[in-house]
């Protein structure tokens, strides 16, 4: 049995990979000498990936051959004659030449045809994708049984598997023409109609008593005290704007009309909250009134009828605010 102890080329690599790789590679020629070949060649591989080098490929080829590997081994002892001349490794590159010579008669070639490429075709072998140039060309491969997929959009996959009996097996695999997929034909359901768009709720209303009228008074109770704090907001904001305005004085030393930036500034927010103290006015007052006519109509227990006739219009105007309040009891 022969096992290659060739030595690895010496490649840039941290010190924790090389010690690795150098471990894996003891460990593989152990397994090769015990003829544990399946498990030596994955340690191979390992060392290989972290330390790669002409001597390591070369012990990977050999353990690849000693597995039965054929097409593996010779084109890892192809590589392996590439890295050494790379490397100035010259007897390298004669023993992995000649081991890859006398590999070549007995290989086994698959061969993978395609006649109506559908658009987007991909054809994969064990899993790895076969490049298009490889369509329709005698690829080396191991004997065993080997997986030819095929998929393209919209259409349904294909697979078979491949058998490769022996080394020097000539096999070719044709793709079919994909079946294109069904396509689904039951319609969408609808969308669901689009909700009817409603008014917000306004604030809860107290339930109205109509027999005694005592729900509607305490509405008109409630309605009036909103009103109540209107007219408390219209006279802080009235405060407020007198403030602005007389500090506004002293940034208006020539006239009480002519000021600097800053007292233009105070004007008008002086302004600005005073046109907001004209607007919760007459709102305060509107619903001032209103309350006093929820209130006032609101029946009694001895009558389902109201007790008076009142009417509210607002007044609103330039700078003043408030609501006409007429009727009669």
């Known amino acids: 049995m022969l096992v290659l102890a060739l030595p690895g080329v010496a490649h840039a690599q941290d010190g924790g ?3 690795a790789a150098e471990a894996l590679f003891e460990q593989a020629r152990s397994l090769m000498t015990d003829g544990k070949f399946a498990d030596a060649c994955p340690k191979f591989a390992d060392s290989q990936r972290l330390d790669p080098s002409p001597g390591t490929l070369l012990n990977l080829a050999s353990c690849y051959e000693k597995l ?3 097409a593996s081994a010779w084109a890892t002892y192809r590589e392996a004659a590439s890295a050494a001349n790379a490397a100035g490794r010259a007897d390298y590159v004669a023993s992995a030449q000649r081991h890859a010579d006398a590999l070549a008669p007995k290989l086994a070639k698959l061969t993978t045809t395609v006649t109506q490429p559908a658009d987007g075709l991909r054809i994969k072998r064990d899993g790895v994708e076969v490049a298009h140039a490889e369509w329709g060309v005698p690829i080396p491969i191991d004997a065993g049984t080997h997986t030819i997929e095929a998929s393209a959009p919209g259409h349904k996959p294909w697979s078979q598997s491949v058998a490769i009996a022996q080394d020097g097996a000539q096999v070719s695999v044709a793709v079919p023409p994909l079946e294109v997929a069904a396509v689904d034909a039951t319609p969408a359901p609808a969308p669901a109609p689009a909700p009817t768009p409603t008014s917000p709720p306004g604030p809860p209303q107290p339930p109205l008593d109509t027999s005694t009228g005592s729900g509607q008074r305490i509405a ?3 309605i009036g005290g909103a009103g109540v704090v209107g007219l408390g907001l219209s006279g802080l904001f009235a405060v407020l704007a007198k403030g602005k305005y007389n500090d506004s004085l002293t940034n208006c030393p020539s006239s009480p009309n002519v000021c600097n930036s800053t007292g233009v500034d105070q004007r ?8 907001v103290s004209s607007v919760t006015f007459a709102a305060g007052l509107a619903l001032l009134a209103g309350g006093a006519i ?6 009694h227990a001895n009558s389902s009828t109201p007790t008076g006739n009142l009417g509210v219009s607002p007044l609103v105007g330039t700078n003043v605010g408030g609501a006409l309040l007429q009727g009669s009891w």
């Open 17 to 19: 990979g090389k010690v």
């Open 68 to 70: 039965g590997r054929t």
């Open 268 to 275: 008008n927010t002086a302004l600005s909250d005073g046109n």
């Open 220 to 222: 008109g109770l409630v």
């Open 294 to 299: 929820v209130y006032f109509t609101a029946p």
